[in-house]
């Protein structure tokens, strides 16, 4: 069984989880560049703490470049707003008339809402979120077609859920993932490499040096995913990974 608790180095909150697991972990996640350890459960908390102050240089790194990092403003819905697709930017644009609400791309620039007149704020996002969500849903069959024989699993239940801390998560025993809808948002390798970190959760739950193994295995340029997922603009809502 392992445990987590909180544990203060330099003025840094460090969060440490013990697992049964041979090596230490240390990562740092945005967007506010949180700190967490994987340790052994041989290891004490001083031993955690000389090999956190061993790598405070680029904990102090990784949080300054979060904070550099773009971040979106919190969205309206007015014509001119920057939205993103499959991470590239779209401009919006409103277009009120008589009829059915929709949602396309035009000229691979603009994102076009056609929408009765006098639909509020909350609506508008309703109807971008129930697209987004449809996208997601169209892109998940060919990406299992794709992963679940590199893996060798079976096929899990696939849901989508605006996640409020993670952009996926896995129940190996039920056979289910979420997925995070903001990863629409995002490139498409890094859609796929959330994937494919649950799909490993079916064979392995905890991130040891077997799941390492696994991601290796099946995804070799994982790494490459998560710091471009890591890169891209952050949502007005705080995400984390």
Same mark, same amino acid.
């Given at each position: 069984?392992?445990?987590?608790? /909180?544990?203060? $180095?330099?003025?840094?909150?460090?969060? $440490?989880?013990?697992?049964?697991?041979?090596?230490?972990?240390?990562? $740092?996640?945005?967007?506010?560049?949180?700190?967490?350890?994987?340790?052994?459960?041989?290891?004490?908390?001083?031993? @955690?703490?000389?090999?956190?102050?061993? %790598?405070?240089? =680029?904990? !102090?790194?990784? /949080?300054?470049?979060?904070?550099?990092?773009?971040?979106?403003?919190?969205?309206?819905?007015?014509?001119?707003?920057?939205?993103?697709? !499959?991470?590239?930017?779209?401009?919006?644009?409103?277009?009120?008339?008589?009829?059915?609400?929709? @949602?396309?791309?035009?000229?691979?620039? $603009?994102?076009?809402?056609?929408? &009765?007149?006098?639909?509020?704020?909350? @609506? +508008?996002?309703?109807?971008?979120?129930?697209?987004? %969500?449809?996208?997601?849903?169209?892109?998940? &069959?060919?990406?299992?077609?794709?992963?679940?024989?590199?893996?060798?699993?079976?096929?899990?239940?696939?849901?989508?859920?605006?996640?409020?801390?993670?952009?996926?998560?896995?129940?190996?025993?039920?056979?289910?993932?979420?997925?995070?809808?903001?990863?629409?948002?995002?490139? &498409?390798?890094?859609?796929?490499?959330?994937?494919?970190?649950?799909?490993?959760?079916?064979?392995?739950?905890?991130?040891?040096?077997?799941?390492?193994?696994?991601?290796?295995?099946?995804? &070799?340029?994982? +790494?490459?995913?998560?710091?471009?997922?890591?890169?891209?603009?952050?949502?007005?809502?705080? =995400?984390?990974?």
């Amino acid at each position: 069984m392992g445990s987590t608790r /909180q544990m203060l $180095v330099a003025g840094i909150s460090v969060d $440490v989880q013990r697992k049964d697991i041979k090596n230490l972990h240390v990562g $740092v996640y945005p967007p506010a560049g949180r700190v967490r350890v994987a340790a052994p459960l041989r290891l004490d908390d001083e031993a @955690v703490r000389l090999a956190v102050i061993s %790598r405070l240089g =680029w904990i !102090r790194r990784q /949080q300054a470049a979060f904070k550099q990092q773009d971040r979106q403003s919190q969205r309206e819905f007015v014509s001119g707003e920057s939205h993103y697709f !499959r991470g590239r930017r779209y401009r919006l644009e409103l277009i009120e008339r008589p009829g059915p609400a929709s @949602v396309s791309i035009r000229n691979n620039t $603009v994102l076009s809402m056609l929408i &009765p007149p006098g639909l509020d704020a909350d @609506v +508008r996002a309703d109807l971008l979120d129930r697209w987004y %969500r449809n996208q997601l849903r169209a892109a998940i &069959p060919g990406l299992l077609d794709k992963w679940l024989p590199k893996l060798d699993v079976q096929a899990p239940e696939v849901r989508i859920r605006k996640l409020k801390t993670l952009w996926g998560s896995c129940n190996s025993e039920a056979g289910r993932i979420w997925l995070n809808l903001e990863l629409i948002k995002k490139p &498409p390798t890094c859609l796929e490499f959330i994937l494919v970190h649950e799909l490993a959760h079916l064979i392995e739950r905890h991130h040891n040096e077997r799941f390492l193994a696994i991601m290796d295995r099946a995804m &070799p340029t994982w +790494r490459v995913s998560r710091e471009e997922l890591n890169r891209s603009p952050l949502a007005h809502e705080e =995400w984390s990974y």
